[in-house]
């Protein structure tokens, strides 16, 4: 008698497993619908689940497959909440953007970054509890290249709050970002630590923690979670690593992105910074796998927090799906040649502005 039954297991949103007269084995599978029928393609991996490597082999002749038969979307094998219909909008966004920019003429291709970084520091940092409005930071960081100039000189410059500090310091981030991103640079301990180096210069009383993993206990005031101690932090970061480097092209890199950010939080590695980081890494994954760069809203700010309290709980869920809601949001309004944006505010609009939405 022949017993057949397929399961999805938990981990592995497109890995079915199948008993056959007593023996186990794996399958990659797709099921969609055929003449308004639901139907399944699937491809046989063998009695046990393959190493990483081989798997991405088998998965990308599989989606090429499916691809042949006007099947796509199709998401990596470890891909638990990015469904095919989101997996399109994704992509549909991802398109609309690099249409969008392609569009625009070098100039205004060129404010259109400088606003969505302004976006992004003033955000960022406000999640964080700054006070400097976008307008204000804008002023900071135009006035960044007199101050360094100044500094060369040796000239102190006075007056500068924690808050400007922290503005120019994550602009000096995004700098060196852009940079590691255009030589295709992966993540690694070294570019966490030059990144964390300097988003923490001139920060009074945190220049001993800039760079280096936290040699102290942290906690987040009004959180119940505890955060690692302090010694486990660098085989921590190490383990993330090494499944980052497990689960690439295997997770959907927008799922990657979100569940990367939470796992990081999570462990909470730095003194100080750490949701910032977690966002300017979260935002280099997708950049990486050729994705728009997504700034988390200031207005979404108690929505984002109560998506990091579920990561702190292993539930990747619901992080994944406001990244991904995000994404898609951010680039929905987005036209060809930026007439009905960029062009009716003379180049003033930013990248917000083009963003906004309800919560």
């Known amino acids: 008698m022949l017993i057949y039954f397929v399961f999805l297991i938990t981990i592995m949103s497109r890995?079915?497993?199948?008993?056959?007269?007593?023996?186990?084995?794996?399958?990659l599978e797709e099921s969609f619908l055929r003449n308004g029928k639901l139907a399944t393609e699937s491809a046989y991996l063998g009695r046990i689940i393959p190493d990483p490597v081989s798997l991405l082999k088998i998965f990308h002749a599989f989606e090429a497959m499916l691809e042949r038969k006007g099947i796509r979307g199709i998401t990596p094998p470890f891909t638990e909440f990015i469904t095919r219909n989101r997996a399109l909008n994704i992509s549909k966004a991802a398109d609309r953007k690099e249409a969008f920019l392609a569009s625009l003429s070098p100039e205004k291709r060129a404010e259109f970054a400088k606003r969505e970084r302004l976006t992004f520091i003033t955000d960022s940092n406000a999640i964080e509890g700054s006070t400097l409005d976008y307008w204000l930071t804008e002023r900071v960081i135009a006035d960044q290249g007199r101050i360094e100039r100044l500094e060369k000189q040796k000239v102190v410059v006075t007056g500068m709050g924690r808050e400007e500090q922290e503005a120019l310091n994550l602009n000096k981030c995004l700098d060196l970002y852009e940079k590691l991103l255009a030589q295709k640079k992966d993540l690694s301990e070294d570019l966490l630590l030059r990144l964390h180096f300097i988003l923490l210069s001139?920060?009074?009383?945190?220049?001993?923690?800039?760079?280096?993993?936290?040699?102290?206990?942290?906690?987040?005031?009004?959180?119940s979670h505890?955060?690692?101690?302090?010694?486990?932090?660098?085989?921590?970061?190490r383990r993330l690593l090494d499944w980052y480097a497990a689960s690439k092209g295997l997770i959907h890199p927008v799922e990657l992105a979100a569940k990367f950010h939470t796992k990081f939080t999570t462990i909470h590695p730095f003194a100080d910074g750490n949701g910032r980081m977690a966002r300017l890494l979260m935002n280099y994954v997708l950049q990486l796998n050729g994705f728009p760069f997504t700034n988390i809203p200031l207005k979404r700010r108690s929505a984002y927090m109560r998506t990091q309290a579920a990561g702190n709980e292993d539930n990747h869920k619901p992080f994944t799906l406001f990244l991904a809601e995000e994404l898609i949001k951010q680039n929905k309004k987005l036209r060809k040649g930026g007439k009905s944006m960029l062009g009716s505010l003379k180049g003033r609009v930013s990248a917000k502005d083009m963003a906004e939405d309800e919560d």
């Open 15 to 27: 890995i079915a497993r199948r008993k056959v007269k007593g023996n186990i084995y794996y399958y």
């Open 202 to 223: 001139k920060i009074e009383g945190y220049e001993k923690y800039r760079g280096i993993w936290r040699p102290v206990n942290v906690m987040i005031r009004g959180s």
């Open 226 to 237: 505890a955060f690692p101690h302090h010694a486990d932090v660098p085989v921590l970061i």
